[in-house]
């Protein structure tokens, strides 16, 4: 494939507002009055997303988000402009797309497979894959219009990744299944990253970007604000969002919640990622296995005492997990120039959830600080599929056991007396 997924040239795309429509022929005819207007959703929009990139679009309601993943899944034609797309192609944009209300689920998997280009065999040898996905066997007999909002997604996308497209495009639908299943979607596409598939996601959800995302593009009425890393793009949002809620000038400084970074500026983090056992750089992780966090700044004038700190946080509660310090760690920091550390764990002790990472450079003393990147980055965590169910935050080895009979226990010696019920 080229190295270029998708190619979004110089977009323009327009939609007609009306206000007052013509409700006879001769009202249409004999009116000269214009009774509609332009609305471009989507103004000179450029942008590039690399074969085996995870990209997350983000901005507010009306931005031309959706607009966007559209043009690219072909359902809209831009005013002006271009869209290349290289490689097969399974959207999720609207729930039930293509679902006939009166029809069972089980038979609008054949007609919405054989939409996507499958043959009725194919179907045949996934549908017991896809149904188990969806998580809704008990439904498949009932027609699709007695399903709830959430069964609609649960179907529509195990349907999309059932077909295990070169390029994924999926916009916020996935907003209205439940905690479970959602953790399902999002352990599926962290499966589809790691074998090089194109992502696009559509979302309003920060922290799915910045944990599944490398990469973020933030759109404002229309217009392409800024590319980059996926946790500098959220960053920029936020405080712009922040900043317009604020009575603060444009130019003074705004703290933000989830987004928020101070300091002295006299060491500056460069760079912060997330890499697993392969050095592949990803955002999702198992429990048990390797995590690499590494870290690179640059120095702006010496800094004798310059040392580094990361915390973890629980992204549902904002619970403090746990922290790492370089100088505690015994790692001396290049004073001067650039430099990169690594934080290596050989076996991640968290369980499933999704947590916000804060990186701090400071003084031994913990008194300056230079660069503070206050709970602005983030990774998932799935479970481990050999491993038990497990409940609370951390995975702690144990060994269980039964005691000896004759050993000192606190089991009951006998069995408890009988309660007369009256």
Not at 197 to 226: F, N, P, Y
Not at 278 to 283: I, L, Q, R, V, Y
Not at 394 to 422: G, M
Request: with cysteine.
């Amino acid at each position: 494939m080229p190295d270029i997924a998708i190619e979004c040239h110089d977009v323009w795309k327009s939609y007609r507002i009306y206000h007052q429509r013509a409700h006879t022929l001769k009202e249409r005819v004999l009116s000269r009055r214009h009774r509609f207007e332009e609305f471009w959703a989507l103004t000179g929009v450029d942008l590039e997303f690399p074969t085996g990139s995870t990209t997350g679009i983000i901005g507010a309601n009306g931005s031309g988000k959706s607009t966007l993943l559209k043009t690219m899944a072909r359902i809209l034609t831009p005013n002006r402009g271009s869209v290349r797309v290289a490689g097969t192609v399974s959207s999720l944009l609207e729930l039930g797309i293509g679902f006939h209300p009166e029809l069972t689920g089980q038979e609008n998997i054949f007609l919405s497979g054989s939409l996507m280009g499958r043959t009725k065999r194919d179907i045949e040898a996934l549908y017991d894959e896809i149904v188990e996905f969806a998580g809704i066997e008990d439904f498949m007999d009932s027609p699709v219009k007695n399903y709830s909002t959430g069964m609609y997604a649960r179907l529509a996308f195990a349907l999309a990744v059932s077909v295990e497209p070169e390029i994924l495009l999926v916009d916020e639908v996935l907003a209205v299944g439940d905690e479970s299943f959602a953790n399902r979607c999002f352990e599926r596409m962290a499966e589809f990253r790691a074998q090089g598939r194109t992502i696009v996601i559509v979302t309003h959800s920060l922290d799915t970007v910045r944990s599944l995302c490398a990469q973020a593009a933030w759109l404002d009425k229309g217009v392409v604000k800024e590319v980059g890393p996926s946790h500098d793009v959220v960053a920029s949002y936020l405080g712009h969002v922040h900043r317009d809620m604020s009575d603060h000038p444009p130019e003074e400084p705004i703290v933000v919640s989830s987004g928020d970074r101070f300091g002295t500026s006299e060491v500056v983090l460069t760079e912060l990622g997330f890499f697993d056992s392969d050095e592949g750089t990803a955002g999702a992780f198992r429990t048990g296995e390797p995590l690499v966090v590494r870290i690179g700044y640059r120095v702006e004038k010496p800094i004798p005492d310059l040392s580094c700190t990361v915390a973890v946080y629980r992204a549902d509660t904002l619970a403090y997990v746990f922290a790492q310090n370089s100088k505690a760690a015994g790692l001396y920091l290049e004073p001067s120039g650039e430099a990169t550390i690594e934080v290596v764990i050989p076996s991640l002790p968290l369980l499933r959830g999704t947590y916000l990472v804060s990186v701090a450079l400071h003084d031994y003393a913990v008194r300056r600080f230079y660069d503070w990147h206050e709970r602005r980055f983030s990774f998932m965590v799935f479970d481990n599929k050999t491993s038990s169910v497990e409940g609370g935050t951390l995975h702690v080895d144990s060994v269980w056991r039964a005691t000896d009979a004759h050993a000192p226990h606190l089991a009951y010696d006998r069995a408890p007396e009988a309660v007369d019920p009256r």
